[in-house]
């Protein structure tokens, strides 16, 4: 079963909006990633929160982390239409360095 | 930065061909994965290993086997292609339990 479920499945926007994207989680965590994927091509990591961070940036990136509901958030601030792409929570289970990734937000910038 | 390669993007092979998927990380990381993604599933993990020679298995590793005689090379093999096995490939590493490193994938379609 998906360790993370990325809520909602997709989003559409339009340019110059702000994006958020939720992922809830179901076991204990030490850290969260994000990681964004182009069509057809591979994952990019943006951001990693440890478990003990209720919040980090990145540029227009925005994560926040609730452990206590076991859920996080990712906003994209100022969207652009080069930010179209699906989004994908990832977390360790039980601390190793294997990850169990989320089945993904398709986010769509309009220009 | 890091890199990583794959050996081809794109890859069409017959039903019980044995197929052979390459992989090559440029960061003298530790861990590498193999992934398949498939609309709806999400990523899933086929093998991973944390060390030259150590392998261990993924979620869904029946079909596959996997390589890793040199600390920056991970194989994965398709013994006898099916049709089910027709996916996008992502290959990985990481050097920390932390954040991954992914390489552009390969399409593999088995006629």
């Known amino acids: 079963s998906q360790q993370g479920e990325e809520d909602p499945q997709a989003l559409s926007i339009q340019e110059g909006e702000n994006a958020t994207m939720n992922c809830s989680y179901k076991?204990?965590?030490?850290?969260l990633q994000w990681y964004r994927q182009n069509s057809g091509r591979g994952l990019v990591h943006l951001i990693l929160?440890?478990?003990?961070?209720r919040e980090k940036h990145s540029g227009r990136l925005r994560v926040t982390l609730d452990t206590s509901k076991k859920s996080s958030s990712l906003l994209i601030t100022a969207s652009r239409a080069a930010d179209t792409a699906s989004y994908f929570c990832a977390t360790p289970p039980d601390s190793s360095y294997k990850l169990i990734f989320g089945s993904g937000t398709r986010l769509l910038v309009r220009p | 930065d890091v890199k990583v390669t794959q050996s081809s993007r794109y890859l069409v092979k017959r039903t019980g061909e044995k197929v052979f998927l390459e992989c090559v990380q440029d960061m003298d990381h530790e861990n590498m994965f193999w992934y398949r993604q498939d609309p709806g599933l999400g990523l899933r993990l086929i093998y991973f290993?944390?060390?030259?020679?150590?392998?261990e298995k993924g979620d869904i590793p029946e079909g596959y086997s996997v390589s890793r005689e040199k600390k920056e090379r991970f194989s994965l093999i398709l013994e006898s292609a099916s049709t089910n096995q027709t996916s996008m490939y992502l290959c990985?590493?990481?050097?920390?339990?932390?954040?991954?490193?992914f390489g552009p994938g390969t399409r593999l379609t088995v006629t």
């Open positions: 076991t204990s965590i030490n850290n």
């Open positions: 290993s944390y060390d030259v020679k150590m392998k």
């Open positions: 929160i440890r478990s003990n961070e």
């Open positions: 990985a590493s990481s050097g920390l339990p932390y954040e991954q490193y």
